[in-house]
Nanobody
Framework: QVQLVESGGGLVQAGGSLRLSCAAS?????MGWYRQAPGKQRELVAT???????NYADSVKGRFSISRDNAKNTVALQMNSLKPEDTAVYYC???????????WGNGTLVTVSS
């Protein structure tokens, strides 16, 4: 089992920035962020492997940046130039290769006002 604890959500005006952080209870290969807006399905935001390979949703490329500290088992998401459509609950996720399931945090709410 892996426990994930997120922090850093909140309310920000459009064009502003927020930084989300997630701490895992132990080392895991791939960590990332997903988000779910009201009435919509959960979607990928960004992922990063322990080797530093990143993947971003097209909608956040150039605005968001994911990073991790393997020694501390943490992952961060720096969100810049936020838009109202970025409003969602953001979930930290972690998965090992070949695992049947991913681990999820409880989510942190990000609200971007126009």
């Amino acid at each position: 089992q892996v426990q994930l604890v997120e922090s850093g959500g909140g309310l920000v005006q459009a064009g502003g920035s927020l930084r989300l952080s997630c701490a895992a209870s132990r080392s895991i290969f791939k960590m990332g962020w997903y988000r779910q807006a009201p009435g919509k399905q959960r979607e990928l935001v960004a992922t990063i492997t322990s080797g530093g390979t990143t993947n971003y949703a097209d909608s956040v490329k150039g605005r968001f940046s994911i990073s991790r500290d393997n020694a501390k088992n943490t992952v961060a998401l720096q969100m810049n130039s936020l838009k109202p459509e970025d409003t969602a609950v953001y979930y930290c996720s972690a998965r090992n290769p070949g695992a049947a399931m991913a681990y999820w945090g409880n989510g942190t709410l990000v609200t971007v006002s126009s």
